[in-house]
């Protein structure tokens, strides 16, 4: 199985702030990977396909890179409604395992 | 709009089987592979299971050791997810999801495009 690892598990910032999550795959995954983000008593949303590809109607803040094994989530400025859980997931090989999540707080 | 509504959940007790559905619109069913995720409280994602456009492929990981079946109806534009012999750990909220491929049989390269708003199950005596 690929294991996905998540950095960092939680992290605070301030509205205007720049961040990025990082997600490690055990293996080789090329640019099959996915990020979603979720709030509270909401399902995931799809913010980015295959590393790169910003989803419709996802603000153009976000953004993805990486290839092969390490990959990141980048938010330029932080909105008060960016602040929620995030997950990277590999859709390489089965099976289609999810990061175990960064939480975004506010600081 | 692409929608998807569960239904099933519940209180169940250890050992006993409950079957979800997921009503899909807004989109041609039988284009798409879709999926069933679930979350437990508190926990993250879990990709539960995978099922072909046709019903002619399905996935599931090793860790749901053969006690889930997923199905699809796509008369009905329905999706089924068919649970026996739950434990306490099956405990979670139960999300159906659509993936971006049309037409694909293998649940690699795609993506969760579209979420239902998910159903809980419980699973305590």
């Known amino acids: 199985d690929i294991a996905m690892t998540q950095s960092p598990s939680s992290l605070s910032a301030s509205v205007g702030d720049r961040v990025t999550i990082t997600c490690r795959a055990s293996?080789?995954?090329?640019?099959?990977l996915n990020w979603y983000q979720q709030k509270p008593g909401k399902a995931p949303k799809l913010l980015i396909r295959?590393?790169?590809n910003l989803q419709s109607g996802v603000p153009s803040r976000f953004s993805g890179s990486g290839f092969g094994t390490t990959f990141t989530l980048t938010i330029s400025t932080l909105q008060p409604e960016d602040f929620a859980y995030y997950y990277c997931q590999q859709t390489y090989g089965k099976p289609l395992n999810f990061g175990g999540g960064t939480n975004l707080e506010i600081k | 709009q692409v929608q998807l509504v569960e239904s099933g959940g519940g209180v169940v007790q250890p050992g006993k089987s409950l079957r979800l559905s997921c009503v899909a619109s807004?989109?041609?069913?039988?284009?798409?592979?879709m999926h069933w995720v679930r979350q437990a409280p508190g926990k993250g994602l879990e990709w539960v299971a995978f099922?072909?456009?046709?019903?002619?492929?399905?996935y599931y990981p090793h860790s749901m050791n053969g006690r889930f079946t997923i199905s699809r109806d796509n008369s009905k534009n329905t999706l089924h997810l068919q649970m026996n012999g739950l434990r306490p750990e099956d405990t979670a909220i139960y999300y159906c999801?659509?993936?971006?491929?049309?037409?694909?049989?293998?649940?690699?390269?795609?993506?969760?495009?579209?979420w239902g708003q998910g159903t809980l199950v419980t699973v305590s005596s």
């Open positions: 295959v590393a790169t």
């Open positions: 099922l072909s456009y046709d019903g002619s492929a399905e």
């Open positions: 293996q080789n995954i090329n640019n099959h």
């Open positions: 807004g989109f041609t069913f039988s284009d798409y592979a």
């Open positions: 999801a659509r993936d971006v491929l049309q037409y694909t049989d293998g649940p690699t390269a795609g993506c969760f495009e579209y």
